[in-house]
Protein backbone atom coordinates (compact mmCIF):
# COMPACT_ATOMS: atom_id res chain seq x y z
CA UNK A 1 0.00 0.00 0.00
CA UNK A 2 0.81 3.86 -0.25
CA UNK A 3 1.72 3.71 3.47
CA UNK A 4 4.13 0.69 3.60
CA UNK A 5 5.50 2.25 0.17
CA UNK A 6 6.48 6.02 1.97
CA UNK A 7 8.04 4.13 4.93
CA UNK A 8 10.09 1.86 2.50
CA UNK A 9 11.57 5.02 0.94
CA UNK A 10 11.93 6.62 4.80
CA UNK A 11 15.65 6.05 5.34
CA UNK A 12 17.03 4.32 8.42
CA UNK A 13 18.87 6.71 10.65
CA UNK A 14 22.58 6.00 9.88
CA UNK A 15 24.87 5.51 12.42
CA UNK A 16 27.22 8.72 12.76
CA UNK A 17 30.83 8.66 11.70
CA UNK A 18 33.15 6.79 12.17
CA UNK A 19 35.29 9.18 14.66
CA UNK A 20 31.93 9.94 16.71
CA UNK A 21 30.58 6.49 16.25
CA UNK A 22 30.40 5.59 19.74
CA UNK A 23 29.84 9.06 21.41
CA UNK A 24 32.80 9.10 23.80
CA UNK A 25 35.14 11.73 23.24
CA UNK A 26 39.02 11.23 23.27
CA UNK A 27 38.84 13.63 26.82
CA UNK A 28 36.33 11.32 28.47
CA UNK A 29 38.24 8.20 27.62
CA UNK A 30 41.55 9.79 29.02
CA UNK A 31 39.55 10.73 32.40
CA UNK A 32 37.70 6.65 32.86
CA UNK A 33 41.28 4.78 31.90
CA UNK A 34 42.84 7.03 34.09
CA UNK A 35 40.30 5.79 36.75
CA UNK A 36 40.57 2.50 35.48
CA UNK A 37 44.48 2.54 36.59
CA UNK A 38 44.07 4.25 39.29
CA UNK A 39 42.26 1.56 40.87
CA UNK A 40 43.89 -1.44 39.08
CA UNK A 41 45.02 -2.92 42.05
CA UNK A 42 45.55 -6.73 42.88
CA UNK A 43 47.08 -8.53 39.77
CA UNK A 44 45.43 -9.79 36.26
CA UNK A 45 42.42 -10.79 37.85
CA UNK A 46 41.55 -7.81 39.94
CA UNK A 47 42.32 -5.71 37.09
CA UNK A 48 40.63 -7.18 34.75
CA UNK A 49 37.14 -7.25 37.55
CA UNK A 50 37.65 -3.52 37.90
CA UNK A 51 37.92 -3.00 33.96
CA UNK A 52 35.26 -5.16 33.49
CA UNK A 53 33.15 -3.01 35.95
CA UNK A 54 33.72 0.20 34.70
CA UNK A 55 33.62 -0.18 30.71
CA UNK A 56 31.34 -2.79 30.69
CA UNK A 57 29.00 -2.40 33.15
CA UNK A 58 28.86 1.28 34.01
CA UNK A 59 30.19 3.02 30.94
CA UNK A 60 28.49 0.59 28.45
CA UNK A 61 31.46 0.86 26.20
CA UNK A 62 31.38 -2.66 24.30
CA UNK A 63 29.34 -5.51 25.26
CA UNK A 64 30.08 -8.81 27.64
CA UNK A 65 30.86 -10.73 24.57
CA UNK A 66 33.57 -8.60 22.87
CA UNK A 67 35.21 -7.87 25.74
CA UNK A 68 35.56 -11.31 26.52
CA UNK A 69 36.59 -12.08 22.77
CA UNK A 70 39.64 -9.47 23.18
CA UNK A 71 40.40 -10.90 26.72
CA UNK A 72 40.70 -14.35 24.82
CA UNK A 73 43.39 -12.87 22.21
CA UNK A 74 44.96 -11.22 25.31
CA UNK A 75 44.89 -14.82 27.57
CA UNK A 76 46.96 -16.10 23.85
CA UNK A 77 49.88 -13.51 24.25
CA UNK A 78 53.03 -13.19 25.80
CA UNK A 79 52.88 -11.08 28.62
CA UNK A 80 50.37 -8.92 31.10
CA UNK A 81 46.73 -9.79 29.51
CA UNK A 82 45.51 -7.25 31.80
CA UNK A 83 47.41 -4.13 30.04
CA UNK A 84 46.66 -5.68 26.79
CA UNK A 85 43.15 -5.45 27.13
CA UNK A 86 43.29 -2.09 28.17
CA UNK A 87 45.21 -1.25 25.42
CA UNK A 88 42.67 -3.28 23.07
CA UNK A 89 39.54 -1.65 23.82
CA UNK A 90 41.32 1.95 23.91
CA UNK A 91 42.27 0.86 20.60
CA UNK A 92 38.42 -0.26 19.61
CA UNK A 93 36.99 2.54 20.56
CA UNK A 94 39.69 5.34 19.80
CA UNK A 95 42.30 4.10 17.25
CA UNK A 96 45.56 4.11 17.87
CA UNK A 97 45.35 7.25 20.02
CA UNK A 98 43.15 4.87 22.13
CA UNK A 99 44.89 2.17 22.43
CA UNK A 100 48.34 4.32 23.74
CA UNK A 101 45.52 6.22 25.68
CA UNK A 102 44.16 2.77 27.66
CA UNK A 103 47.79 1.16 27.59
CA UNK A 104 49.95 3.55 28.44
CA UNK A 105 47.77 4.74 31.55
CA UNK A 106 47.16 1.43 32.91
CA UNK A 107 50.95 1.25 33.41
CA UNK A 108 51.53 4.39 34.60
CA UNK A 109 50.36 4.54 38.16
CA UNK A 110 52.46 1.43 38.92
CA UNK A 111 55.61 3.20 37.20
CA UNK A 112 54.86 5.95 39.38
CA UNK A 113 54.68 3.47 42.30
CA UNK A 114 57.13 1.27 42.06
CA UNK A 115 59.82 3.72 41.35
CA UNK A 116 59.27 5.78 44.54
CA UNK A 117 59.50 2.13 46.53
CA UNK A 118 62.42 1.13 44.76
CA UNK A 119 63.66 4.45 45.98
CA UNK A 120 62.56 4.37 49.08
CA UNK A 121 63.47 0.35 49.45
CA UNK A 122 67.13 0.88 48.17
CA UNK A 123 67.66 3.92 50.71
CA UNK A 124 66.10 2.64 53.71
CA UNK A 125 65.22 -1.24 53.01
CA UNK A 126 61.69 -1.21 53.82
CA UNK A 127 58.92 0.19 52.51
CA UNK A 128 56.67 -0.41 55.86
CA UNK A 129 55.19 3.43 55.39
CA UNK A 130 52.76 1.74 53.01
CA UNK A 131 52.35 -0.99 54.50
CA UNK A 132 48.81 -0.32 56.16
CA UNK A 133 47.44 1.66 53.34
CA UNK A 134 48.20 -1.44 51.02
CA UNK A 135 46.92 -4.21 53.56
CA UNK A 136 43.03 -2.42 52.98
CA UNK A 137 43.62 -2.70 49.55
CA UNK A 138 44.31 -5.95 49.02
CA UNK A 139 41.23 -7.10 51.07
CA UNK A 140 38.87 -5.17 49.16
CA UNK A 141 40.06 -6.16 45.56
CA UNK A 142 39.76 -10.03 46.50
CA UNK A 143 35.74 -8.47 47.33
CA UNK A 144 35.83 -6.91 43.58
CA UNK A 145 37.08 -9.79 41.92
CA UNK A 146 34.50 -12.24 43.50
CA UNK A 147 32.17 -9.95 42.28
CA UNK A 148 33.57 -9.64 38.31
CA UNK A 149 33.73 -13.51 38.58
CA UNK A 150 30.12 -14.06 39.14
CA UNK A 151 28.98 -11.80 37.13
CA UNK A 152 31.68 -12.42 33.99
CA UNK A 153 31.11 -16.58 35.07
CA UNK A 154 26.81 -16.07 34.61
CA UNK A 155 27.23 -14.45 30.95
CA UNK A 156 29.71 -16.52 29.70
CA UNK A 157 28.95 -20.27 30.78
CA UNK A 158 25.57 -20.66 29.53
CA UNK A 159 25.63 -24.43 29.39
CA UNK A 160 26.62 -27.52 31.16
CA UNK A 161 29.36 -28.13 28.66
CA UNK A 162 31.04 -24.88 29.09
CA UNK A 163 30.60 -24.91 32.76
CA UNK A 164 32.73 -28.09 32.82
CA UNK A 165 34.99 -26.37 30.74
CA UNK A 166 35.67 -23.68 33.27
CA UNK A 167 35.87 -26.28 36.24
CA UNK A 168 38.52 -28.32 34.33
CA UNK A 169 40.81 -25.66 33.04
CA UNK A 170 40.49 -24.09 36.88
CA UNK A 171 41.57 -27.78 38.44
CA UNK A 172 44.07 -27.90 35.75
CA UNK A 173 46.06 -24.87 35.89
CA UNK A 174 45.85 -24.79 40.27
CA UNK A 175 45.87 -28.07 41.41
CA UNK A 176 48.37 -29.61 38.83
CA UNK A 177 50.07 -26.30 37.10
CA UNK A 178 49.62 -27.56 33.86
CA UNK A 179 50.98 -25.72 31.09
CA UNK A 180 48.53 -22.29 30.16
CA UNK A 181 49.51 -22.56 26.51
CA UNK A 182 48.33 -26.50 26.40
CA UNK A 183 45.06 -25.81 28.44
CA UNK A 184 44.14 -23.16 26.18
CA UNK A 185 44.96 -24.91 22.68
CA UNK A 186 43.03 -28.15 24.15
CA UNK A 187 40.18 -25.74 25.03
CA UNK A 188 40.02 -24.25 21.87
CA UNK A 189 40.86 -27.50 19.41
CA UNK A 190 37.43 -29.25 21.07
CA UNK A 191 35.62 -26.01 20.91
CA UNK A 192 36.78 -25.62 17.11
CA UNK A 193 35.96 -29.47 16.25
CA UNK A 194 32.52 -29.14 18.07
CA UNK A 195 31.40 -26.16 16.37
CA UNK A 196 32.61 -27.43 13.09
CA UNK A 197 30.38 -30.72 14.18
CA UNK A 198 26.86 -28.45 14.62
CA UNK A 199 27.15 -29.56 18.49
CA UNK A 200 24.35 -27.10 20.03
CA UNK A 201 27.32 -26.59 23.11
CA UNK A 202 29.60 -24.57 20.73
CA UNK A 203 27.16 -22.57 18.97
CA UNK A 204 26.96 -19.63 21.30
CA UNK A 205 23.17 -19.15 21.18
CA UNK A 206 21.66 -15.64 21.94
CA UNK A 207 23.58 -13.20 23.48
CA UNK A 208 22.92 -12.23 27.30
CA UNK A 209 21.12 -9.65 28.08
CA UNK A 210 22.58 -5.92 27.34
CA UNK A 211 24.92 -7.53 25.42
CA UNK A 212 23.64 -5.46 22.17
CA UNK A 213 23.54 -2.07 24.19
CA UNK A 214 27.31 -1.04 24.37
CA UNK A 215 27.97 1.94 22.61
CA UNK A 216 30.29 0.76 20.37
CA UNK A 217 27.99 -1.77 19.06
CA UNK A 218 28.54 -5.40 17.50
CA UNK A 219 29.96 -4.02 13.78
CA UNK A 220 33.32 -3.82 13.48
CA UNK A 221 34.88 -0.30 12.97
CA UNK A 222 36.89 1.15 9.95
CA UNK A 223 39.86 1.16 11.79
CA UNK A 224 39.77 -2.28 13.12
CA UNK A 225 39.21 -4.25 9.70
CA UNK A 226 42.13 -6.51 8.87
CA UNK A 227 44.97 -5.59 6.11
CA UNK A 228 48.23 -6.55 5.36
CA UNK A 229 48.95 -2.68 4.61
CA UNK A 230 47.96 -1.78 8.11
CA UNK A 231 49.44 -5.09 9.86
CA UNK A 232 52.80 -3.48 7.67
CA UNK A 233 52.25 0.06 9.62
CA UNK A 234 52.29 -1.49 12.89
CA UNK A 235 55.25 -3.66 12.59
CA UNK A 236 57.29 -0.56 10.81
CA UNK A 237 56.39 1.48 14.05
CA UNK A 238 56.37 -0.63 16.80
CA UNK A 239 58.90 -3.08 16.47
CA UNK A 240 61.58 -0.07 16.00
CA UNK A 241 60.54 1.13 18.83
CA UNK A 242 60.93 -1.86 20.85
CA UNK A 243 64.32 -3.14 19.42
CA UNK A 244 66.15 0.04 18.49
CA UNK A 245 67.19 1.13 22.05
CA UNK A 246 68.08 -2.89 22.58
CA UNK A 247 70.89 -2.87 19.31
CA UNK A 248 71.86 0.73 20.39
CA UNK A 249 73.30 -0.66 23.88
CA UNK A 250 74.65 -3.51 22.28
CA UNK A 251 75.93 -1.54 19.61
CA UNK A 252 77.81 1.06 22.46
CA UNK A 253 78.10 -0.51 24.92
CA UNK A 254 78.65 -4.25 24.65
CA UNK A 255 76.43 -7.53 25.57
CA UNK A 256 78.35 -7.36 29.04
CA UNK A 257 76.67 -4.55 30.24
CA UNK A 258 74.19 -4.39 33.08
CA UNK A 259 71.96 -1.78 30.42
CA UNK A 260 72.19 -4.32 27.54
CA UNK A 261 71.72 -7.68 29.59
CA UNK A 262 68.65 -5.69 31.22
CA UNK A 263 67.11 -4.73 27.18
CA UNK A 264 67.94 -8.09 25.97
CA UNK A 265 66.65 -10.47 28.99
CA UNK A 266 63.19 -8.63 29.56
CA UNK A 267 62.93 -8.37 25.25
CA UNK A 268 63.28 -12.55 25.27
CA UNK A 269 60.83 -12.29 28.22
CA UNK A 270 58.00 -10.48 26.19
CA UNK A 271 58.39 -13.48 23.79
CA UNK A 272 58.47 -16.09 25.46
CA UNK A 273 56.30 -15.87 28.82
CA UNK A 274 53.23 -17.28 27.52
CA UNK A 275 50.54 -17.55 30.47
CA UNK A 276 50.26 -13.87 31.75
CA UNK A 277 52.01 -12.18 34.76
CA UNK A 278 52.97 -15.29 36.75
CA UNK A 279 54.13 -17.23 34.40
CA UNK A 280 56.44 -14.38 33.43
CA UNK A 281 57.35 -13.67 37.19
CA UNK A 282 58.13 -17.07 37.32
CA UNK A 283 60.28 -17.03 34.29
CA UNK A 284 62.08 -13.64 35.45
CA UNK A 285 62.85 -15.02 39.32
CA UNK A 286 64.90 -17.71 37.96
CA UNK A 287 66.39 -16.08 35.68
CA UNK A 288 67.48 -13.16 37.61
CA UNK A 289 68.36 -14.42 40.65
CA UNK A 290 69.97 -17.59 39.88
CA UNK A 291 71.50 -16.79 36.48
CA UNK A 292 72.28 -13.53 36.68
CA UNK A 293 72.79 -12.72 40.42
CA UNK A 294 70.76 -9.18 40.21
CA UNK A 295 69.14 -9.45 43.13
CA UNK A 296 68.54 -12.11 46.04
CA UNK A 297 65.37 -14.04 46.56
CA UNK A 298 64.24 -11.88 49.49
CA UNK A 299 64.50 -8.80 47.29
CA UNK A 300 62.16 -10.62 44.40
CA UNK A 301 59.78 -11.41 46.90
CA UNK A 302 59.79 -7.90 48.49
CA UNK A 303 59.76 -6.99 45.00
CA UNK A 304 56.65 -9.17 44.09
CA UNK A 305 54.81 -7.64 46.95
CA UNK A 306 55.35 -3.76 45.78
CA UNK A 307 53.40 -5.15 42.51
CA UNK A 308 50.61 -7.01 44.42
CA UNK A 309 50.31 -4.40 46.29
CA UNK A 310 50.56 -0.96 43.82
CA UNK A 311 48.11 -0.17 40.65
CA UNK A 312 48.99 -1.53 37.46
CA UNK A 313 50.18 -4.54 35.99
CA UNK A 314 51.77 -7.28 38.55
CA UNK A 315 54.71 -7.49 36.35
CA UNK A 316 55.55 -4.19 36.93
CA UNK A 317 58.20 -6.29 39.47
CA UNK A 318 60.45 -6.39 36.24
CA UNK A 319 60.65 -2.83 37.15
CA UNK A 320 62.12 -3.18 40.66
CA UNK A 321 64.20 -5.89 38.98
CA UNK A 322 65.66 -3.96 36.70
CA UNK A 323 66.30 -0.84 39.38
CA UNK A 324 68.40 -3.43 41.70
CA UNK A 325 70.11 -5.10 38.71
CA UNK A 326 71.32 -1.51 37.31
CA UNK A 327 71.93 -0.21 41.25
CA UNK A 328 73.76 -3.11 42.41
CA UNK A 329 76.26 -3.49 39.38
CA UNK A 330 76.03 0.70 38.53
CA UNK A 331 79.88 0.92 37.52
CA UNK A 332 81.19 4.54 37.61
CA UNK A 333 77.64 5.59 37.54
CA UNK A 334 76.01 6.98 40.85
CA UNK A 335 73.59 3.79 41.69
CA UNK A 336 70.38 5.98 42.13
CA UNK A 337 71.13 7.12 38.69
CA UNK A 338 71.13 3.57 37.42
CA UNK A 339 68.73 2.13 39.30
CA UNK A 340 66.38 4.63 37.98
CA UNK A 341 67.11 3.90 34.03
CA UNK A 342 67.81 0.27 34.53
CA UNK A 343 64.47 0.19 35.78
CA UNK A 344 62.56 2.30 33.07
CA UNK A 345 64.36 0.12 30.73
CA UNK A 346 62.86 -2.92 31.81
CA UNK A 347 59.59 -1.29 31.36
CA UNK A 348 59.80 -0.12 28.24
CA UNK A 349 61.18 -3.74 26.60
CA UNK A 350 58.47 -4.99 28.51
CA UNK A 351 55.56 -3.31 27.38
CA UNK A 352 56.35 -2.06 23.79
CA UNK A 353 55.62 -5.75 22.24
CA UNK A 354 52.21 -5.36 24.20
CA UNK A 355 51.72 -2.72 21.68
CA UNK A 356 52.51 -4.30 18.58
CA UNK A 357 50.75 -7.26 19.49
CA UNK A 358 47.42 -5.42 19.47
CA UNK A 359 48.19 -2.81 16.69
CA UNK A 360 49.47 -5.73 14.22
CA UNK A 361 47.42 -8.59 15.47
CA UNK A 362 43.92 -6.91 16.75
CA UNK A 363 42.22 -6.84 13.40
CA UNK A 364 43.18 -10.25 12.40
CA UNK A 365 41.33 -10.89 15.72
CA UNK A 366 38.16 -8.71 14.83
CA UNK A 367 37.94 -10.35 11.50
CA UNK A 368 37.13 -13.72 13.53
CA UNK A 369 34.06 -12.50 15.52
CA UNK A 370 31.71 -14.17 12.37
CA UNK A 371 33.98 -17.53 11.83
CA UNK A 372 30.97 -20.05 13.32
CA UNK A 373 34.17 -22.73 13.95
CA UNK A 374 36.40 -20.08 15.25
CA UNK A 375 33.74 -18.89 17.58
CA UNK A 376 33.24 -22.17 18.74
CA UNK A 377 37.04 -22.36 19.49
CA UNK A 378 36.96 -18.79 21.29
CA UNK A 379 33.88 -19.88 23.25
CA UNK A 380 35.63 -22.98 24.33
CA UNK A 381 38.27 -20.53 25.66
CA UNK A 382 36.45 -17.88 27.58
CA UNK A 383 35.14 -20.87 29.26
CA UNK A 384 38.27 -22.21 30.28
CA UNK A 385 38.92 -18.29 30.94
CA UNK A 386 36.43 -18.02 33.53
CA UNK A 387 37.94 -20.59 35.61
CA UNK A 388 41.75 -18.63 34.52
CA UNK A 389 40.02 -15.81 36.45
CA UNK A 390 38.98 -18.52 39.11
CA UNK A 391 42.87 -19.86 39.52
CA UNK A 392 44.09 -15.90 39.78
CA UNK A 393 41.61 -15.10 42.59
CA UNK A 394 42.31 -18.11 44.26
CA UNK A 395 46.04 -18.17 44.54
CA UNK A 396 45.03 -13.89 45.41
CA UNK A 397 42.85 -15.03 48.19
CA UNK A 398 45.42 -17.66 49.51
CA UNK A 399 48.36 -14.94 49.39
CA UNK A 400 46.05 -12.15 50.57
CA UNK A 401 43.96 -14.08 53.68
CA UNK A 402 46.97 -16.09 54.98
CA UNK A 403 50.53 -15.19 56.18
CA UNK A 404 51.82 -19.05 54.42
CA UNK A 405 51.37 -21.75 52.22
CA UNK A 406 52.60 -25.34 52.27
CA UNK A 407 53.45 -27.06 48.95
CA UNK A 408 51.88 -30.12 47.95
CA UNK A 409 53.29 -32.20 45.63
CA UNK A 410 52.24 -35.72 45.14
CA UNK A 411 50.13 -38.02 42.91
CA UNK A 412 50.49 -35.55 40.13
CA UNK A 413 49.28 -32.84 42.29
CA UNK A 414 51.27 -29.72 42.28
CA UNK A 415 49.65 -26.61 44.26
CA UNK A 416 50.29 -24.38 47.39
CA UNK A 417 47.84 -25.01 50.10
CA UNK A 418 47.07 -22.29 52.58
CA UNK A 419 48.51 -22.78 56.27
CA UNK A 420 45.42 -22.60 58.62
CA UNK A 421 47.39 -21.47 61.18
CA UNK A 422 48.65 -18.52 59.57
CA UNK A 423 44.94 -17.20 58.94
CA UNK A 424 44.79 -13.40 59.28
CA UNK A 425 41.91 -12.15 60.93
CA UNK A 426 42.35 -8.47 59.88
CA UNK A 427 42.53 -9.53 56.39
CA UNK A 428 39.54 -11.61 56.68
CA UNK A 429 37.58 -8.87 58.55
CA UNK A 430 37.98 -6.56 55.89
CA UNK A 431 37.58 -8.97 52.92
CA UNK A 432 34.10 -9.80 54.17
CA UNK A 433 33.14 -6.03 54.74
CA UNK A 434 34.18 -5.18 51.53
CA UNK A 435 32.20 -7.85 49.97
CA UNK A 436 28.78 -6.79 52.12
CA UNK A 437 30.10 -3.04 50.59
CA UNK A 438 29.57 -4.24 47.25
CA UNK A 439 27.19 -7.02 47.46
CA UNK A 440 24.79 -5.87 50.04
CA UNK A 441 24.86 -1.68 50.21
CA UNK A 442 25.79 -1.64 46.13
CA UNK A 443 28.84 0.47 47.08
CA UNK A 444 31.00 1.51 44.01
CA UNK A 445 34.32 0.11 43.72
CA UNK A 446 35.76 3.47 44.83
CA UNK A 447 34.53 4.15 48.02
CA UNK A 448 34.93 0.38 49.43
CA UNK A 449 38.44 0.48 47.99
CA UNK A 450 38.89 4.03 49.91
CA UNK A 451 36.80 2.81 52.95
CA UNK A 452 39.29 -0.12 53.01
CA UNK A 453 42.61 1.62 52.70
CA UNK A 454 41.56 3.67 55.18
CA UNK A 455 41.08 0.57 57.42
CA UNK A 456 44.08 -0.79 56.87
CA UNK A 457 45.91 2.19 57.75
CA UNK A 458 44.09 2.89 60.83
CA UNK A 459 45.25 -1.08 61.63
CA UNK A 460 49.15 -0.28 61.19
CA UNK A 461 48.59 2.72 62.88
CA UNK A 462 47.89 1.04 66.19
CA UNK A 463 50.04 -1.63 65.66
CA UNK A 464 47.45 -4.79 65.03
CA UNK A 465 49.20 -5.41 61.49
CA UNK A 466 52.94 -5.73 60.66
CA UNK A 467 55.17 -3.74 57.87
Known amino acids: D ?18 AAHYVPLREAFRVWLRVAALSFGGPAGQIAVMHRVIVEEKRWISDARFLHALNY ?3 LPGPEAQQLATYIGWLMHRTTGGIIAGGLFILPGVVAIMGLSWIYA ?28 RVGRRALRNSVLRGFAAAGFIALFFFSAPFP ?45 SWRAFGNAVAVWLPLWLAPVALLLATLGPAHVFTRIAVFFSEMAVVTFGGAYAALAYVAQQAVQHYGWLSPHEMLD ?61 FIESLRENRALKGALLSITAVVVGV ?19 VRAFGLAFDAPAPASADPYALALALGAAFAIFRLRAGALATLAASALAGALLRGVGLIAA
Open 74 to 76: CML
Open 389 to 407: IFNLALWFAIHTLFGAVVP
Open 182 to 226: LVIMAAGVVGYIGARAGLPAFAGGAPAPGDSESLLGEATPAHARA
Open 303 to 363: GLGMAETTPGPLIMVLQFVGFLAAFHHSGAMAPLLAGTLGGLLATWVTFAPCFLWIFAGGP
Open 2 to 19: AESRIAWRVPEPQPPTES
Open 123 to 150: LYGHVGVVAGLFFGLKAAVLAIVVEALI
